[in-house]
């Protein structure tokens, strides 16, 4: 194939992408005429250049399409969804044709006349009918590629982006825009290999320099550490695309879904421009499309279903994507029926997967989880779509060999939300190394909690105590089903009353992993696990340490299926607590003890902190006045609490304390980090001193309690907007905040406590109406706008609609306060709208509310 046909192919595939989102824009709103020139220009570009390479086949249907459209153009045809529909059929005759042309470099062979025939009778203005079956879009997507053990040099095996990629370069000139290249796949899975093998011998030397500290080496080393770091996330970006290329095709599927189903189906894409490898992106593009199928099909109901139920015509599927830590957040939620309780704990009995005594025993959680089960499917009939029973378990499959884990919530009647929790990326992972047995494993940081050291009773530390033989850890009054590395792997064990446990989180499960050793953090090179070893699902795979040891990677998914582990946290809290609620003012907190400026220790919730860093004074810099440090490939601002700071010189070490939210970063600079402990954080108003809401008694000394916005806002104006200066009341009415961002809540809480108020958070609408459902009473309710399942407006309207808190004070917190969206609040029933985060216009806010009755 020669190059010119290549990067056709490669731009039709570009444009065939842009053309379903397009066609499907034009089908809602018919008089939009950027969108229908946008189409008009793509179908003319793909017919013009198939004329110039000898394409005729290709170029018949493309220009029967282009005919249609360019009578939609010029106002002579009014554009109706069967048009659109021919002309979606259309392309995938193109598409079909196109594939051909990859595999063979030459046209397939092929009849088009139906097609053609159809698209010139709908140009001369003739009924459009339903296409013939054989030119119908199938919604099948392509076969999912082997999710088994990955090769970080392998091919692309998706023939779509593999003949090249793009990158962006920038004109020396300086007045022109942006320029592209395109660069084989092929060199940058290459490019990525060497720099893996680079990552190994930096390591190798670092262990080197380590071992026979040679102060010669020290600083040529510390700076091939940098470049190398450098380097590695560059040719990281190179890999890494929007995740919105994997939902390319969704707006289409969906369109077409609602067609064949008769249903009226909007599709909500947020967080489309979140990155993660490529190869991770290719990966979860056959399970999120099955998802989504899924939710359409399954979840939402018919619109007479829907308007029965109170709920409006058109169901909503909304995707959401966005960066937590190091792995990617993916949310597939609907607003439909929810998923059957009664119907799958039916279906599990029926299938044998469980008794009716172990039935009576279990959660709503653990028995909606089911629907993972192989060949498990409520549908009450096969469909095209589904109903065989193949799907949610291969999706959790696939998700689970590359790291990921799947989690869901559900209400009947209210809809459904799928949770994928995947790693930014397969070749480069930070890990920790640890030891059990005497063996050496790299545990992936990405599951792990925290690490607890045991020990006697006598040494104060935590102790794993025994129930029925088995191992537990009492932590933070619970108990932690424990599981020891060393046993598992029939490996000599270490005694249990020294050592460590690695807490994780797999999905919805939180146990530990009993260990010898913990050395140290590093960033490992991911090998593919060895042929003879894939049967063993504790490891994930394998890599080499600096001093030269290749050593396994756990797979914690892998050890607590290994394990048994069947004590979920979660659902053990859910079981004993009448709601899901996320915290309270009243409650214990973890809070995190730092010393820093004058007076005594200092404190925060831990809630709030992302990290704590040890960063090395060199790494510090000045932007302007301000203290900045390169961190995780953005320039993150330090501010110090103390007023005389000064960055340290060379190698000394600044602990700072890391808050981030979303794209956001803050440095917090202190003295010393002290402890972390949970207290029922009952703060007394202070002095008024900036910076501080007030103190409290925490390990029977006097604290001050950090008003962390205060600090955010020395950061920059973007956190949030307004001021910070607090106001305090005397009387504790009873508050619930309605808060999707854990972040946020812990930022809230606190302060409307300080400021006299008895506070209860939840992490949504759903959890909040389950509250008012168990009739827990409020004096007022203040509750953010923009929430997945169910946003703040529809949250107030339901509110309003009738119940208990029908007459409560409700007050609206939000990032988007103009008059336009003030009005919306008010009109859905907000009493008051406040910026986020004016806490003092907040707290004024909440004193005017409670004291007049609520508007008319």
């Known amino acids: 194939m020669d190059d010119l046909l290549a990067d056709f192919l490669t731009e039709t595939h570009e444009g065939l ?60 045809l009014a554009v109706t969804a069967g048009g659109i529909t021919l002309i979606l059929s259309a392309l995938d005759r193109v598409k079909a044709i196109v594939a051909g042309i990859e595999a063979s470099g030459t046209e397939p062979a092929g009849d088009d006349a139906a097609l053609i025939g159809a698209l010139d009778a709908a140009a001369e203005g003739q009924a459009v009918e339903p296409p013939p079956a054989d030119i119908r879009h199938a919604l099948d997507s392509p076969p999912a590629t082997e999710a088994g053990a ?39 899975e290459n490019l990525m290999t060497l720099v893996s093998e680079l990552v190994l011998t930096r390591n190798q030397l670092l262990q080197l320099a380590r071992a026979h500290q ?5 600083v040529p080393l510390q700076r091939l550490s940098h470049i190398t770091s450098d380097l590695q996330e560059g040719v990281m970006k190179t890999r890494m695309q929007p995740i919105g290329n994997a939902w390319a095709k969704l707006p289409r599927l969906v369109r077409d879904l609602a067609h064949e189903l008769g249903k009226k189906i909007e599709l909500d894409m947020r967080g489309a421009q979140t990155e993660l490898d490529r190869q991770v992106l290719e990966l979860i593009r056959d399970p999120l499309t099955h998802m989504v199928r899924n939710s359409g099909d399954h979840g939402l109901e018919a619109p007479a279903d829907r308007r029965a139920a109170g709920k409006p015509e058109t169901g909503r599927i909304v995707l959401n994507a966005y ?108 890990a920790l190394i640890v030891e059990a047995g005497g063996e050496r494993f790299a545990l992936p940081q990405i599951g792990v909690v925290e690490l607890v050291r045991v020990g006697a009773a006598q040494d104060g530390a935590p102790r794993i105590e025994r129930i029925k033989d088995a191992p537990v850890l009492r932590l933070r009054d619970r108990l932690l089903p424990l599981v020891s590395l060393a046993g598992l792997l029939r490996l000599p064990p270490a005694a249990e009353d020294a050592g460590f446990v690695a807490v994780m989180q797999v999905g919805g499960q939180v146990f530990g992993i009993i260990l010898d050793r913990v050395f140290d953090t590093e960033e490992i090179v991911v090998k593919p696990v060895a042929p003879i070893l894939r049967h063993i699902t504790m490891f994930s795979g394998n ?14 998914n892998g050890i607590a299926r290994a394990a048994g582990v069947g004590l979920d946290t ?46 090395p004074g060199d790494r510090i810099e000045m932007s302007g006045l301000t203290p900045v440090v390169q961190y995780r490939g953005a320039l993150m601002p330090i501010v110090p609490v103390s007023a005389g700071w000064v960055a340290p010189d060379g190698e000394a070490r600044q602990p700072v304390l890391v808050f981030t939210e979303n794209d956001r970063a803050m440095g917090l600079a202190v003295e010393e980090i002290l402890d972390v402990l949970d207290e029922a ?33 020395r950061a920059g104006d973007d956190w949030f907007r307004g001021g910070v200066a607090a106001r305090r009341d005397a009387v504790r009415p009873r508050l619930l905040l309605v808060e999707d961002s854990a972040f946020f809540r812990h930022l809230v809480v606190p302060a409307l406590s300080a400021g006299g108020y008895e506070v209860t958070a939840v992490d949504g ?22 929430m997945p399942d169910m946003d703040g407006i529809a949250f107030a309207q339901a509110l309003r609609a009738g119940g208990t808190w029908s007459e409560a004070p409700l007050i609206a917190l939000s990032s988007r306060a103009e008059p336009a969206d003030v009005a919306r609040g008010r009109e859905a029933g907000f009493t008051d709208y406040v910026a986020k985060y004016d806490r003092e216009a907040l707290l004024q806010s909440l004193a005017d509310c409670l004291s007049a009755p609520l508007a008319a």
């Open 17 to 76: 992408v842009a053309l379903d989102s397009a066609l499907v824009r034009l089908e809602r709103a018919p008089d939009d005429q950027p969108t229908l020139s946008e189409v008009f220009r793509l179908v003319h570009t793909i017919k013009g250049t198939c004329g110039f390479l000898g394409l005729p086949r290709l170029e018949a249907v493309a220009h029967a399409a282009e005919n249609v459209l360019g009578r939609y153009r010029d106002g002579t």
């Open 150 to 188: 990955i090769d970080v040099a392998r091919p692309d095996p998706a023939p779509v982006e593999a003949p090249s990629a793009e990158m962006a370069t920038t004109d020396l000139a300086g007045g022109a825009a942006p320029q592209t290249i395109r660069v084989s796949v092929d060199v940058l």
């Open 214 to 218: 040679s102060d010669a080496f020290a």
């Open 323 to 430: 960066h937590e830590g190091g792995h990617i957040i993916i949310e597939v939620g609907d607003d439909g029926r929810g998923l059957p309780v009664d119907r799958i704990r039916a279906k599990a009995l029926g299938n044998g997967l469980t008794t009716e005594a172990d039935l009576a025993q279990m959660s709503e959680r653990e028995i909606l989880r089911f629907i993972f089960a192989p060949g498990f499917s409520t549908a009450q009939q096969v469909t095209a779509v589904s109903g065989r029973g193949v799907g949610m378990d291969v999706v959790k499959t696939n998700i689970e060999k590359i790291g990921g884990t799947v989690e869901l919530t559900s209400r009947e009647g209210r809809g459904t939300t799928f949770t994928i929790k995947i790693p930014l990326t397969l070749a480069i992972a930070s």
């Open 543 to 556: 890599t080499i340490l600096g001093d030269g040891s290749v050593i396994m990677i756990l797979d914690p």
């Open 570 to 615: 979660a659902v053990e809290e859910e079981r004993r607590a009448p709601a899901a609620i996320g915290m309270r003012s009243n409650a214990q907190t973890a809070l995190l003890l730092f010393r820093a400026g004058d007076g005594g220790p200092k404190a925060v919730p831990l809630g709030l902190v992302a990290r704590l860093e040890d960063i």
């Open 681 to 713: 954080l009952e703060i007394q108003p202070g002095t008024g001193r900036p910076g501080f809401i007030g103190s409290a008694v925490i390990a029977g000394r006097v604290t001050e309690v950090i008003d962390t916005a205060y600090w955010l806002a």
């Open 765 to 786: 609408p759903v959890a909040a109406l389950r509250l008012r459902e168990e009739g827990v009473p409020f004096d007022a309710i203040v509750s953010d706008i923009e």
